[in-house]
């Protein structure tokens, strides 16, 4: 992979965030363009589902998507703590984390990464989510690389606000709902794509998130009208 | 949802039925207390363009829906429009005024200050929307909000019990909301609509009513379906699904 520059995220970044762009897509950029960045294994996502819980938003990778699928799912792990006390959590070394999180721990061990570090995205007093950072060397996320990566946590945060100012005067609670099911259109999309073109739920992502960039059709859109039947995939090419 | 809050929120619902079936009503009177306001309303959303109040608490809160169908216009129109909260927390101010210029006046005309209108919505699926009213205007705090869209969540599984008139959708259970949080819940969900050839809300439908006449979890049955271990059949008699 080419070295890429912090100038270049940043760029790329503004440019995104401009009128009629899909806030999900952001997000999964984000996460992907963290990665390059810092040079370390996955990033992972998660939103405030504003009802007490965490809820996944976007990740670099299928196998992190589930790794931030199980903390949510045993209620435990780096991004919860961070999200409950709004601290940085910092863990250079997993294997002594096992007590920590008795579950979380092995479960991240075995997807293949050594250290993890997750970031609060917070808004004003708020905490709207956090941003993990999962690295397969022990003590390999710095706190330089730290420093960076809440520098893109708080462009995400930047880009959830961005997708309503541009709409509406609005709420956070809005910004974090259209989040949430935005999500979950994207879900219900991955489920027809699958069952209509017999792949796994992340190949149908993969399916869905090409279509979108080579047509230039925002991710929720093309979802939405995926699942309504209003519209259909163009035929993959083999 | 966090489960140490769904709890207390279910026992409220249920407090409110007090050993009868659960309806739209009990989840409605719960909203009142725990997000105070004063009343509450449910419309849904029909195949026909006219909504169709279903549920309303008092005369108030009837007859805030009856301006919104009437005038065509208010938080309610609005959030069903956008899928998502709108949360008016004065209705004789300024922001209000130039945004629904007729609802507002007449909302302030009949004692209502401030109005919050959750949409009842999961992913594509538009069910309808909750419309709360107070008769003092202020903003609800987060707790409130939060306590709304948890019970709006109860609602929406509430309401898909009559979505599909060939199935026996069971009543919502205290965990069931929070099954909801599981992607493969959806994910099978959207499979279920090509299976079955139907649009999301029958297939959920379909999707809950199968886990509960195998007293099994929702998230559970999901994975069958998204690890392809469990199809739905159109023309399947009694279990609307096989394995395989």
Not at chain 1, 195 to 208: K, N, S, T, V
Not at chain 2, 86 to 95: C, K, N, Q
């Amino acid at each position: 992979m080419a070295k890429i520059q912090l100038t270049d995220v940043f760029v790329e970044m503004a440019d995104t965030l401009v009128v009629g762009f899909d806030l999900i897509d952001f997000l999964h950029l984000l996460t992907e363009r963290c990665v390059q960045l810092l040079g370390i294994s996955a990033t992972g996502l998660l939103l405030t589902d504003q009802r007490g819980a965490l809820r996944f938003t976007a990740a670099s990778t299928e196998q992190t998507r589930l790794l931030e699928l199980f903390q949510v799912q045993v209620d435990e792990g780096p991004c919860l703590d961070c999200f409950r006390s709004g601290q940085p959590v910092s863990v250079p070394d997993l294997f002594g984390a096992v007590d920590r999180w008795p579950q979380f721990t092995p479960a991240a061990i075995e997807t293949g990464y050594a250290t993890v570090a997750a970031l609060p995205m917070r808004l004003r007093n708020e905490i709207i989510g956090a941003l993990n950072l999962f690295d397969a060397r022990p003590s390999s996320i710095t706190p330089d690389k730290q420093r960076l990566g809440q520098a893109l946590a708080d462009i995400a945060t930047i880009g959830i606000l961005q997708e309503r100012a541009i709409r509406l005067r609005d709420t956070l609670t809005q910004q974090l709902e259209t989040a949430l099911h935005s999500r979950i259109i994207i879900e219900q999309a991955k489920g027809v794509i699958a069952e209509r073109e017999g792949l796994d739920p992340g190949q149908a992502f993969e399916r869905l998130r090409n279509v979108s960039r080579k047509h230039n059709r925002r991710l929720s859109d093309l979802a939405r009208m995926i699942v309504d039947g209003s519209e259909q995939l163009p035929p993959a090419l083999t | 949802m966090s489960p140490d809050r769904a709890l207390p929120l279910w026992s409220m619902v249920l407090e409110q039925a007090a050993g009868t079936p659960v309806t739209v009503g009990h989840v409605c009177a719960a909203v009142v207390r725990v997000t105070g306001v004063d009343g509450s309303s449910v419309a849904l959303t029909t195949s026909s363009p006219i909504r169709e109040a279903v549920y309303a608490s008092d005369e108030t809160a009837a007859r805030v829906e009856e301006l919104t169908l009437t005038l065509g216009e208010g938080p309610s129109i609005d959030a069903l429009r956008l899928g998502e909260p709108v949360l008016s927390a004065d209705m004789a101010g300024t922001v209000a005024r130039s945004r629904w210029p007729l609802f507002a006046s007449e909302a302030v005309a009949v004692g209502v200050q401030a109005v919050f209108a959750l949409p009842l919505r999961i992913g594509v699926i538009h069910l309808g929307v909750l419309t709360t009213y107070r008769r003092r205007s202020g903003d609800l705090i987060r707790r409130q909000v939060s306590d709304g869209l948890a019970l709006a969540d109860i609602l929406c599984l509430l309401l898909l019990d009559g979505t599909d008139p060939a199935v026996d959708t069971p009543l919502p259970e205290a965990d069931d909301a929070e099954e909801v949080r599981y992607p493969e819940v959806h994910q099978a969900t959207g499979m279920i609509t090509v299976q079955l050839g139907v649009t999301a809300e029958i297939a959920f439908a379909r999707l809950r009513a199968f886990a509960f006449a195998h007293n099994r979890r929702l998230r559970d049955v999901a994975r069958d379906v998204v690890a392809r271990r469990l199809r739905f059949e159109p023309d399947s008699d009694d279990d609307y699904a096989c394995g395989r």
